[in-house]
């Protein structure tokens, strides 16, 4: 079974910049990236498949990034220009469908990393 691993979560101030990164293990699949604010439901924040074509959704699209490295079995998610809406907890996941926002088709996934942004 694969499994998922997010890391690089932290506290940073508006306008700056964090790399998340997604280590996976297992069988190859497209991945996607998910964010959690406090006291809202969790939002689709990108996709990226397996051949590196990624979509960003428009509430961060401009800001972030997404690539993956194959030799390293990780999936990166580089934010820029941060926003305090920006906070909360973000999470990669696994589909093995081509892109899609829907939460429910993405069938692994990582126990999520934090991200603060505040001054």
């Known amino acids: 079974q694969p499994h998922l691993v997010e890391s690089g979560g932290g506290t940073v101030q508006p306008g700056g910049s964090l790399r998340l990164s997604c280590v996976v293990t297992?069988?190859?699949?497209?991945m996607g990236w998910f964010r959690q604010a406090p006291g809202k439901e969790r939002e689709f924040v990108g996709f990226?498949?397996?051949?590196?074509?990624?979509t960003a959704a428009d509430s961060v699209q401009g800001r972030f990034t997404m690539s993956r490295d194959h030799a390293a079995n990780t999936v990166y998610l580089q934010m820029n220009n941060l926003k305090p809406e920006d906070t909360g907890v973000y999470y990669c996941?696994?589909?093995?469908?081509?892109?899609?926002?829907?939460?429910?088709?993405?069938?692994?996934w990582g126990q999520g990393t934090q991200v603060t942004v505040s001054s």
């Open positions: 996941a696994a589909t093995r469908r081509v892109y899609t926002p829907i939460e429910r088709y993405y069938e692994y």
């Open positions: 990226i498949a397996w051949n590196g074509n990624a």
């Open positions: 297992g069988l190859p699949f497209n």
